[in-house]
Nanobody, 124 residues
Framework: QVQLVESGGGLVQAGGSLRLSCVASGRTFSSYTLGWFRQAPGKEREFVAAIRWSAGTTSYTDSVKGRFTISRDNAKNTVYLQMSSLKPEDTAIYYC?????????????????WGQGTQVTVSS
């Protein structure tokens, strides 16, 4: 049974930093892409960043480039999202997801597994 468990969300002031973690279990993820998505109230879920588990190659949405960094620790089966220079518009529930259906897929519907989400709130 695949499980993705996020943690690390919270309340932070604009300009601050947070690190989200996603612990993956239940299978080998070497052929998977792990992604981070976010969903703000009243908005659709949107792609934030993704990492190819085996190669470590990454992809980001334009609005977070230079501020967010996705990484993984193979030994801990964990994917991280380091978020810096946070803005109020980054406020959302952040979800970890996994897919075997391609390298850097940005469509939520093509991800097979999802975590429960962690709330990130950035105050101005």
């Amino acid at each position: 049974q695949v499980q993705l468990v996020e943690s690390g969300g919270g309340l932070v002031q604009a300009g601050g930093s947070l690190r989200l973690s996603c612990v993956a279990s239940g299978r080998t993820f070497s052929s998977y892409t792990l992604g981070w998505f976010r969903q703000a109230p009243g908005k659709e879920r949107e792609f934030v960043a993704a990492i190819r588990w085996s190669a470590g190659t990454t992809s980001y949405t334009d609005s977070v480039k230079g501020r967010f960094t996705i990484s993984r620790d193979n030994a801990k089966n964990t994917v991280y999202l380091q978020m810096s220079s946070l803005k109020p518009e980054d406020t959302a529930i952040y979800y970890c997801a996994a897919t075997s259906r391609g390298v850097f897929i940005k469509t939520p519907g093509r991800y097979e597994y999802w975590g429960q989400g962690t709330q990130v709130t950035v105050s101005s």
